[in-house]
């Protein structure tokens, strides 16, 4: 029987922007997890829940320009960089001094900004498809047709936009939901981010990955040409405290997540439990 966790919605502002976020759990053992993109946070809510059952406490946030967060029209409100700046600008509205930082795809990305810029606040690493040097001309062809519809045709974005929100969330299942959710975009927010996103630094250079010390644990995927399993192996490879996972199947972890989720599950309870854990981003 699952262990049922307390779950209350908050919000913050970095200037005028909001941002909203979910948490699970209570206590100061905290867990962030950070979504893909174009994704809302609620994509998280089944890993988040099966980590706060454990006893710790996992937020899960909308960077702005997602979810039910605001969506800025500057593009260089999606920076990389700026995406990492919201994840620890969260972390001081909580009052949490280190967290163990998660994401999928863009999030994983996210996460290393936030252990290049700040490591004392990393506790550990979560990291599933990072986005790195072998995705990016599969990443180009996924999206840049997306950015091209949401600037220049942005009836087909609004369109798709009304015909998702007509669909009731309760009568699909839990992921039907999801894919709804990514699919209702406004078009000049999305064409921002994206441009954002693929104009700006992806992630830290290699050379400082290599710096990053804190505990990670790095899912990979077979087989998904836009998050290489190859880029996986490789930041395992960088950074000294890696573990490589790979993944069966690019839908393992949504449709058969016991294994990966024990996985992490497993790894958060380490990295908080390890001593050394605390030396390591302090240092």
Same mark, same amino acid.
């Given at each position: 029987?699952?262990?049922?966790?307390?779950?209350?919605?908050?919000?913050?502002?970095?200037?005028?922007?909001?941002?909203?976020?979910?948490?699970?759990?209570?206590?100061?053992?905290?867990?962030?997890?950070?979504?893909?993109?174009?994704?809302?946070?609620?994509?998280?809510?089944?890993?988040?829940? =099966?980590?706060?059952?454990?006893?710790?406490?996992?937020?899960?946030?909308?960077?702005?320009g997602?979810?039910?967060?605001?969506?800025?029209?500057?593009?260089k409100?999606?920076?990389?960089?700026?995406?990492g700046?919201?994840?620890?600008?969260?972390?001081?509205?909580?009052?949490?001094?280190?967290?163990?930082?998660?994401?999928?795809?863009?999030?994983?990305?996210?996460?290393?900004?936030?252990?290049?810029?700040?490591?004392?606040?990393?506790?550990g690493?979560?990291?599933?498809?990072?986005?790195?040097d072998?995705?990016?001309?599969?990443?180009?062809?996924?999206f840049?047709?997306?950015?091209?519809?949401?600037?220049?045709?942005?009836?087909?974005?609004?369109?798709?936009?009304?015909?998702?929100?007509?669909v009731?969330?309760?009568?699909?299942p839990?992921?039907?939901?999801i894919?709804?959710?990514?699919?209702?975009?406004?078009?000049?927010?999305?064409? =921002?981010?994206?441009?954002?996103?693929?104009?700006?630094?992806?992630a830290?250079?290699?050379?400082?990955?290599?710096?990053?010390?804190?505990?990670?644990?790095?899912?990979?995927?077979?087989?998904?040409?836009?998050?290489?399993?190859?880029?996986?192996?490789?930041?395992?490879?960088?950074?000294?405290n890696?573990?490589?996972?790979?993944?069966?199947?690019?839908?393992?972890?949504?449709?058969?997540?016991?294994?990966?989720?024990?996985?992490?599950?497993?790894?958060v309870t380490?990295?908080?439990?390890?001593?050394?854990?605390?030396?390591?981003?302090?240092?």
């Open positions: 029987m699952a262990t049922l966790v307390s779950e209350r919605v908050g919000q913050f502002f970095i200037d005028h922007d909001r941002l909203e976020y979910t948490e699970y759990g209570a206590g100061d053992r905290w867990v962030v997890l950070v979504h893909g993109q174009l994704m809302p946070r609620r994509m998280h809510q089944p890993l988040a829940r =099966a980590i706060a059952a454990e006893g710790f406490h996992v937020v899960t946030l909308d960077l702005l997602h979810g039910r967060s605001d969506r800025p029209l500057d593009p409100e999606y920076s990389m960089t700026a995406f700046e919201q994840v620890l600008a969260l972390l001081d509205h909580l009052g949490a001094d280190q967290a163990v930082i998660g994401g999928t795809s863009l999030g994983s990305n996210v996460a290393l900004e936030v252990a290049d810029a700040a490591p004392e606040r990393v506790r690493l979560l990291l599933e498809m990072p986005v790195l072998n995705a990016l001309e599969a990443g180009l062809i996924a840049g047709p997306l950015m091209f519809a949401a600037r220049f045709v942005p009836v087909s974005v609004t369109a798709l936009r009304v015909l998702t929100r007509a009731p969330r309760g009568l699909v839990f992921w039907g939901g894919v709804l959710d990514t699919l209702g975009q406004q078009p000049a927010p999305m064409a =921002a981010a994206i441009h954002g996103i693929f104009f700006g630094r992806f830290p250079p290699s050379r400082r990955r290599r710096l990053i010390e804190a505990p990670a644990l790095v899912v990979g995927h077979p087989r998904d040409p836009i998050h290489p399993a190859a880029d996986a192996a490789m930041l395992a490879e960088e950074m000294p890696a573990r490589f996972v790979a993944a069966r199947g690019i839908l393992e972890w949504r449709l058969r997540p016991e294994r990966l989720t024990n996985e992490a599950v497993d790894f380490g990295c908080w439990a390890d001593p050394r854990s605390r030396r390591a981003a302090g240092s």
